[in-house]
């Protein structure tokens, strides 16, 4: 469940932003033969030479007040010479009521990851220094980046009923964190209106899906906490060939950005020349998720090098996944994709559409909701796997006194329960 979007940006020993998806600058100048292109953006026709020379703008008359000490803008007054087309974009102070225009670089074969990593860098400097945005209109259309107490405990009540998330009722900031960047993105001066519109999703559809997302916490990995992998092709699979089923069906629930599923399938393959093999085309993996932003990241397949970093050895990378036109792109192979399908699904609602299966992994979920939810999604999960199969949850979740319909098996390392036989 949702990545943090200002997470995947900071500074450098230097002091210049660089993104943690591309290891790039996103703001430095590009020096003769560097492969970096950094995003370009314009607004209007302003010349670029002419950006931060206050002087040359004839149509000001009025000296403009020093930056606060520590800024952005101080930073960057202090050393010009730092000063790349997205920090050009974000300063520039036009006389045009329109703020700038974002532009992706267009070097040949550029991917829609590249861009859109871009334009998140873009808009993160943006949503973090409010004191620099573009124009004067923008930072007078911004007037609260705050959650108010009554409209925080109304928010609260909706997320839950929504997607089972339970906020508690210190969990302000984190309200005020995930949604300040959509303020800009659909023109909206305050949070609380934020909330007022995505509360209407039958009115405003793109922003009560927007702030889902952003409130759903989507952080995974490949091969997270290795345990359940091992007991995957060590326990779960050979028993499965052993009893000769077919097709092995698994569900990986909350699947995030992909990772879970594909991991899932790349043990499949791995273990498909073993004795007692479940045969990697008689074996189907569901992936769901509340956010149809996830799922199209999941189905386009495509992973960074910050992704590709993150638990997947150089072994597998090797194998199991292709070169794309963006060297710090990497694709998952056909092999691997097409063992996995990828539906919408809330927690909350029904499961009878996806129908029943050998294993579930639902990893790192159960922790934000109530016991009362939690309860009711283990009692769903119950019915839809096939006797004898596994639930497999996160390092630090537990049924305990949440349901007894499963039994406790020690995998050496880790946990796993196995649906309990009818009685």
């Not at 002087?55 to 010009?80: D, I, V």
């Not at 573009?134 to 925080?152: H, K």
């Not at 096939?386 to 050496?412: A, F, H, T």
Request: glycine share 6%; hydrophobic share 35%.
């Amino acid at each position: 469940m949702t990545d943090n979007p200002q997470n995947r940006f900071g500074e450098s020993s230097q002091g210049s932003f660089v993104s943690r998806t591309t290891g790039s600058s996103l703001f430095g100048s590009r020096s003769a033969g560097s492969n970096t292109v950094p995003a370009r953006t314009t607004a209007n026709s302003t010349p670029a030479s002419s950006l931060f020379n206050s002087s040359r703008n004839q149509a000001s008359a009025a000296t403009p007040a020093a930056p606060a000490p520590g800024s952005l803008a101080a930073r960057m007054e202090k050393y010009p010479h730092r000063t790349g087309n997205a920090v050009a974009s974000v300063m520039r102070k036009t006389q045009s009521p329109e703020r700038a225009h974002f532009t992706p670089s267009d070097y040949p074969g550029i991917t829609k990851l590249a861009i859109a990593s871009q334009k998140a860098g873009y808009d993160s400097v943006a949503a973090r220094n409010p004191d620099i945005l573009p124009t004067t209109q923008d930072r007078l259309a911004v007037q609260s980046r705050s959650v108010s107490d009554a409209q925080y405990r109304r928010f609260a009540q909706y997320i839950e009923e929504q997607s089972g998330i339970v906020l508690g009722d210190n969990k302000h900031y984190l309200v005020n964190s995930r949604l300040s960047s959509l303020l800009l993105r659909f023109k909206v001066p305050t949070i609380d209106e934020l909330i007022n519109r995505a509360m209407q999703p039958s009115v405003y559809k793109d922003i009560s899906s927007a702030v889902i997302d952003a409130m759903t916490t989507n952080e995974t990995l490949w091969f997270r906490d290795t345990y359940p992998y091992l007991a995957l092709k060590n326990l779960i699979l050979p028993e499965l060939a052993k009893s000769g089923k077919t097709p092995v069906r698994i569900w990986s629930a909350a699947c995030s950005s992909g990772q879970e599923p594909y991991s899932i399938a790349m043990v499949v393959q791995e273990q498909a020349n073993s004795v007692g093999h479940i045969n990697p085309d008689q074996c189907q993996i569901i992936g769901t998720d509340i956010s149809p932003e996830m799922l199209d990241r999941c189905r386009f397949a495509h992973y960074d090098n910050h992704a590709l970093a993150r638990g997947l050895s150089a072994e597998r990378k090797a194998r199991f996944f292709k070169p794309t036109q963006d060297p710090n792109v990497m694709r998952i192979d056909d092999k691997i994709k097409n063992m996995v399908n990828f539906k919408q699904m809330n927690l909350l609602g029904s499961y009878s559409l996806l129908g029943r299966f050998d294993i579930i992994f639902c990893r790192n979920v159960l922790i934000y909701f109530s016991n009362e939810v939690k309860s009711q999604i283990l009692g769903k999960f119950s019915e839809c796997l096939n006797p004898g199969g596994y639930l497999i949850l996160g390092s630090s979740e537990s049924i305990q006194g949440l349901s007894d319909k499963y039994e406790m098996v020690r995998c050496n390392p880790g946990l796993a329960y196995r649906l309990k036989p009818q009685s």
